[in-house]
């Protein structure tokens, strides 16, 4: 069972870059897609980005495309979330997430939460104007 601890949230301006990062413990890395999905109060996680196990396929939310970059690095057990040029409305709570390939070995980058087996406690990330 994987453990994961984001971090590298912060304060920020609008117009700066921020870089989160995912660590797993706990279990082969390698074997899990990862996530980002974020939330803001009184609304329901939604779904940011997402890398396959190998980081051979990638998919963004429409409102991030050209601005985040998913990444992994499976020898670090570490996936990050390159930000940049942040707005005021990516002003939430981020979090990462995993999915065992054999869940089903089809599905190479889920974007639905709940499709999801684990997850991380989340950090905040503000972009002010």
């Known amino acids: 069972q994987v453990q994961l601890v984001e971090s590298g949230g912060g304060v920020v301006q609008a117009g700066d870059s921020l870089r989160l990062s995912c660590a797993a413990s706990?279990?082969?890395?390698?074997?899990?897609?990862m996530g980002w999905f974020r939330q803001t109060p009184g609304k329901e996680r939604e779904f940011v980005s997402v890398i396959s196990w190998s980081g051979g396929t990638t998919n963004y939310e429409d409102s991030v495309k050209g601005r985040f970059t998913i990444s992994r690095d499976n020898a670090k057990n570490t996936g990050y979330l390159q930000m940049n040029s942040l707005k005021p409305e990516d002003t939430a709570v981020y979090y990462c997430a995993a999915r065992h390939r054999l869940r089903d070995p089809r599905v190479l980058v889920p974007l639905r939460s709940d499709l999801y087996d684990y997850w991380g406690q989340g950090t905040q990330v503000t972009v002010s104007s």
């Open positions: 706990r279990g082969t890395f390698s074997m899990y897609a």
